[in-house]
């Protein structure tokens, strides 16, 4: 078993790092880029430094079908706006979009699996001043260069990073709810390897707190310092470099749950298969149903929302809303979402129809309203003085959906839902 899951790891590792070559390519992009980018601070007579983050400063990237390389702008207390700063930087800059969040950042598309993602941030000392997350990025860099000098814990947090990865929990954004790049960093230096991570991860049952540099002198301390509505992930994380901050608050029960399940199965049973994704076969699901005498239905929803964190969250919300709608007349046998990072995501449900529904009616002391209701239901039954009816179902899935749909064109527009195929 050892020699199998260590033959495994060393295959996934050939396949998740960076070649050579992909390695030079990126450090000439950037090297260009960096000096370009200096040289229009230093013109424009603006005080700020320019520094790289994310997993290329840390040396823990892995092999995607697209790169991005965070390139961080931090600027000097005096500036005040600092995103139309650093549009100002970038003007004439070809191929730049803008990204909307908390503070606007800039996309630069060098080609079409590679990009600059352009971040501004506040140059701080004290951890307690950042205006934004990303304004502790330049203390998390050094923070893991400084901690991580083994070759070996590197490998290890790419096997995590291609894990969570393949296992749809990789990422902080709220349509995965899962592990961050930073997270995962933190945890496996704190684990001391990917393996120990994963047998670790298995045994958590109640909420987990970790705190790397003990700032707090107990974990009541943590639950008492910390807001407490950055303390209901599963695992509490404290960011060794501000102890206010857990750096897994994003993580969700369902994500994490998720998680578990994928180290109990790669634990018991190792395969290359654990680090791939998984996209969903809904020919698969489509003929399964079939198999039950269940409903099968594929939908599409699409959004006019910035892609990435903003459509995706406003997608994976609407379907959360569309199954909780479906529960009232059907049994939901299995569903999913995938998400294509861009402005639409597929959704599918398997259903089973409830023979009947239960329409709960008044008070039978309320007698006018009992008289209305009688008066809709032909068949009604009293149970602890309150009236109830019996209602059989004599529609599809499909058809619900698509009555659903006119019924609700208002409602789905206000969750920014700007089209629902029904296939």
């Not at 996934?12 to 040289?39: C, H, I």
């Not at 991580?148 to 990789?170: H, T, V, W």
């Not at 609407?318 to 909780?324: I, S, V, Y």
Request: aromatic content about 12%; glycine content about 4%.
């Amino acid at each position: 078993m050892v020699k199998n899951i260590n033959s495994i790891l060393k295959e996934v590792l050939a396949r998740v790092e960076p070649t050579k070559e992909e390695s030079k390519q990126v450090k000439n992009l950037l090297k260009d880029f960096l000096e370009k980018l200096g040289k229009r601070i230093k013109s424009g007579k603006i005080n700020a430094e320019v520094f790289v983050g994310g997993s290329f400063a840390k040396s823990t990237v892995i092999r995607k079908d697209c790169y991005d390389v965070d390139v961080f702008i931090r600027f000097d207390k005096k500036h005040k706006n600092i995103s139309d700063l650093t549009k100002k930087i970038l003007k004439n800059v070809k191929n730049v979009s803008i990204i909307h969040g908390s503070r606007d950042y800039f996309k630069m598309k060098v080609s079409k699996d590679f990009f600059f993602e352009v971040i501004p941030v506040r140059k701080i000392k004290n951890p307690r001043k950042a205006e934004n997350i990303t304004d502790l990025s330049y203390s998390h860099v050094k923070y893991i260069k400084r901690k991580i000098k083994s070759e070996k814990i590197l490998d290890d947090i790419r096997l995590a990073k291609a894990f969570c990865y393949g296992n749809n929990c990789y990422g902080a954004e709220s349509y995965v709810n899962g592990f961050s790049g930073y997270a995962l960093e933190l945890l496996i230096y704190y684990y001391g390897g990917f393996l120990k991570f994963l047998r670790a991860m298995t045994k958590i049952k109640e909420q987990k707190v970790i705190d790397i540099e003990k700032h707090h002198k107990s974990r009541k301390r943590i639950l008492m310092d910390i807001n407490a509505a950055k303390i209901q992930s599963p695992i509490v994380l404290i960011d060794p470099t501000y102890k206010q901050r857990n750096a897994l608050a994003a993580l969700s029960d369902e994500t994490f749950r998720a998680f578990q399940k994928a180290c109990k199965k790669f634990l018991k049973n190792p395969t290359i298969k654990a680090f791939e994704i998984e996209k969903i076969d809904f020919e698969k699901a489509r003929r399964n149903a079939k198999k039950k005498n269940y409903e099968f239905i594929l939908l599409e929803a699409r959004t006019k929302k910035q892609e990435g964190d903003i459509a995706g969250s406003k997608l994976l919300k609407f379907h959360r809303h569309l199954g909780k709608e479906i529960e009232k007349y059907f049994e939901i046998k299995s569903k999913g979402f995938e998400y294509n990072g861009k402005k639409s995501a597929k959704y599918f449900f398997t259903v089973k129809k409830k023979p009947e529904l239960l329409i709960r009616g008044p008070l039978t002391s309320q007698k006018e309203h009992v008289k209305k209701f009688k008066k809709k239901y032909k068949k009604v039954f009293t149970k602890k003085h309150k009236i109830y009816a019996k209602q059989k179902l004599n529609f599809t899935l499909k058809k619900f959906l698509n009555d659903w749909k006119k019924k609700h064109a208002q409602k789905i527009k206000d969750m920014a839902i700007s089209g629902l195929q029904v296939f």
